[in-house]
């Protein structure tokens, strides 16, 4: 494992860039605001970020950057969706509106807004694989996972209010997926598994 700080790219067409800029400085990265194609030249790693998924999805076409992204994508470069930036990865999406597209590169089915108006936004511990203690997750008008495909694997879950549990982490290879909001609290534990994945 190398020691020098990966430069590691946030998705900067929307969202909660400036906070997931800190968490990754805090979690060891050199981070790198993308809004053109050539921004993404020599990334170690990608955060898409929350925000609003149909918003994004119009902002990548028109900022070209929907073929750039999936060629990182499957270049392996290690990439965190968090929420919205879920949303976008998903092969497979659920109460989206119409005619919104995602980069498809997640073996995941995904529910946009999923917890319901009653759980807009909340916060709860959850346990994460990989990390040691529970983590501070906070959802905003949050997306669950309904259906992983084989390529995918569970690293959390969260009761759904209704006696059930949710998938709300997944991980594929090096593409890391959160429903909640890691930058939104002074916890970088998710971004340095990021992190960790782009120091390879
Ligand atoms: N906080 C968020 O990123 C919300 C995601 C939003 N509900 C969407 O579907 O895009």
């Known amino acids: 494992m190398s020691t ?10 929307q969202g909660d860039v400036g906070a997931h800029a800190r968490a990754l400085t805090a979690a060891g990265a050199l981070p790198r605001r993308v809004r053109r194609p050539e921004d993404l030249a020599g990334l170690s790693g990608l955060v898409l970020p929350g925000g609003e998924s149909t918003t994004m999805d119009t902002l990548l076409r028109r ?24 949303v976008l990865l ?27 108006r009653q759980l807009d936004s909340f916060e709860t511990d959850v346990t994460v694989t990989g990390l040691e203690d529970p983590f501070p997750a906070v959802f905003i008008r949050a997306p669950w996972v309904e259906g992983l495909g084989p390529r995918a694997v569970t690293l959390a879950t969260v009761g759904d209010g209704r006696g059930g549990r949710r998938v ?8 890391l997926a959160t429903s909640f909001h890691p930058e939104l609290t002074a916890d970088h534990r998710v971004h340095g598994l990021l992190v960790d994945l782009a120091r390879g």
């Open 63 to 86: 900022y070209d950057l929907v073929d750039p992204l999936r060629q990182l994508l499957d270049d392996g470069t290690p990439v965190l969706g968090t929420c919205a930036g879920m």
């Open 4 to 13: 020098t700080s990966p430069v590691v790219g946030v998705l900067a067409v």
């Open 168 to 175: 709300v982490a997944v991980q594929q290879g090096s593409v």
């Open 90 to 116: 998903a092969e497979r999406l659920l109460d989206g509106s119409p005619g919104q597209r995602t980069l498809g590169r997640l073996d995941v089915t995904v529910r946009r807004n999923a917890f319901g």
